[in-house]
């Protein structure tokens, strides 16, 4: 027997045990969300849930940025890192593949690194956000930044900020990381060029001053 597309919609996400279908989640989404829109924005019930929608259109984010607060006007879409480069000039993250693969863009959120091409600046608020530039100490570069310098640890750069960020974490974690939990922490990050071998040099540099 074929399968019946009409009654065998799939079930809305939001409760699997509802037994909404899709389409009659979408029609009550509409109608709530047309009922209920509170200063700019809009509240739908979803599985008997009041959920707030933002967007499409701009609407106020709030992001702590290495310490300093930011107020923008945003649209729920924006990417956090778009956000960085874009509307605050802050561009050591760098913008390489943009999908989650190479962690040119990785930026701490909450001392956790994240690739800030695949986390919306919305969903940042309220969070501490740490970017490359707050590494230097006024001219004095931070040690892993002085390892890379040390070990010659890059060619074109592009994915050195994401590097250090990736390595600032592991440490930050535990200052006393052998290499292999520091290449373990920077797994995420890729260099297109060949700088692994000074990148390796760096790790070791840095591995043996905490120990
Ligand atoms: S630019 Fe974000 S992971 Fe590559
Ligand atoms: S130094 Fe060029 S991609 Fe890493």
């Known amino acids: 027997m074929q399968d019946d597309p009409v009654n065998d919609e799939p079930k809305a996400k939001v409760d699997d045990n509802s037994g909404v279908s899709r389409r009659d989640f979408l029609k009550i989404s509409t109608i709530s969300a047309a009922a209920v829109p509170i200063l700019g924005t809009k509240v739908v019930q979803a599985a008997g849930e009041p959920v707030k929608v933002y967007g499409p259109g701009k609407t106020p984010v709030e992001l702590t940025i290495n310490g300093q607060k930011h107020t923008l006007q945003l649209e729920p879409r924006v990417t956090l890192l778009d956000t960085l480069r874009d509307q605050l000039d802050i561009t050591g993250a760098k913008r390489v593949c943009d999908r989650a693969e190479c962690g040119a863009c ?83 990050n890729v260099c297109r060029c060949g700088t692994y071998h000074g990148i390796h040099l760096a790790i070791a540099q840095m591995a043996q001053k905490g120990a």
Not at 123 to 148: D, R, V, W
Request: charged share 15%; hydrophobic share 40%.
């Open 106 to 188: 990785t930026v701490l959120i909450d001392n956790k690194p994240v690739y800030a091409c695949s986390v919306l600046a919305i969903e940042a608020q309220s969070k501490s956000i740490t970017t490359i530039e707050s590494l230097m100490q006024g001219e004095n570069l931070n040690p892993i930044q002085q390892a890379f310098v040390d070990n010659d640890a890059s060619q074109c750069g592009f994915c050195t900020p994401g590097f250090v960020v990736a390595f600032k974490a592991v440490l930050d974690k535990n200052p006393n990381a052998s290499p292999e939990e520091i290449r373990h922490g920077l797994s995420g």
